[in-house]
């Protein structure tokens, strides 16, 4: 049974530092592994989604990462902003039935 | 381009009563339709997913049941809410290896 797991659980840090966030998966048989935020009660923006051929994906400050070998994924954010500050999860999709199998996500706070 | 709908945004219902919310897709055919429930501070949790119309599959016991009428058309619903029910529920969809798009969930407070 695949089990998806995110460390931290939470994370400050000061505004402008370059952070990693960590998702690692235990059965590597996955479609894609997706990046989300999630602002306090609100739904969840896609991030980044990167498929199980490719290694990494990037979009503006943000680059994900995708090793299924080690059943692992990375979300670095470069030069972060109090406007980071959300949850972050992650999501792998299954090859073997498409369905989709989160982390907890890590809690990230930006500090100005 | 691809749009989710999702109904109410915030509920406030009494203990025994029912529910019923409502989520829609546009701009595809044939999705994967699922419900989630977020509780304060935690993960999601699956509930229910679909992968074609009648087609669903529960993932954890509980009073609530999810319906799909139509292509596009995803119900969360209940006979007899329970405080426990409270919660961040969460509509989401994908088609094959596409990204997955979330409705802006609905926030169900049983009182």
Not at chain 1, 5 to 33: H, K, M, R, W
Not at chain 1, 86 to 109: E, F
Not at chain 2, 3 to 14: D, F, G, K, S
Not at chain 2, 76 to 94: E, I, P, Q, R, V
């Amino acid at each position: 049974k695949q089990e998806v797991t995110q460390i931290p659980a939470a994370l400050s840090v000061p505004e402008g530092e370059n952070l990693v966030l960590n998702c690692s998966f235990t059965d590597s048989a996955i479609y894609n592994l997706q990046w989300f935020r999630q602002d306090p009660g609100k739904g969840l923006t896609s991030l980044l989604l990167i498929q199980s051929s490719q290694r990494e994906q990037t979009s503006g400050r943000l680059n994900a990462s995708l090793d299924k070998s080690s059943g692992r994924s990375t979300l670095y954010i470069a030069a972060s902003q109090p406007g980071d500050s959300a949850t972050y999860l992650c999501a792998a999709l299954m090859d073997s039935n498409y369905q989709l199998i989160w982390g907890a996500g890590t809690k990230l706070i930006i500090k100005p | 381009s691809q749009t989710i709908h999702q109904w109410p945004a915030t509920l406030v219902q009494p203990v025994g009563s029912p529910l019923s919310l409502e989520c829609t897709v546009e701009g595809t055919s044939n999705p994967n339709l699922y419900w989630y429930r977020q509780a304060a501070g935690r993960g999601l949790q699956l509930l229910f997913y679909s992968v074609g119309i009648g087609q669903i599959s529960s993932e954890v016991p509980q009073n609530l049941s999810a319906s799909r009428p139509q292509d596009r058309q995803f119900i969360l619903s209940s006979k007899k809410l329970l405080l426990s029910d409270s919660g961040f529920y969460l509509c989401a969809w994908h088609r094959g290896e596409t990204e997955a798009f979330f409705g802006q969930g609905t926030r169900l407070t049983v009182v």
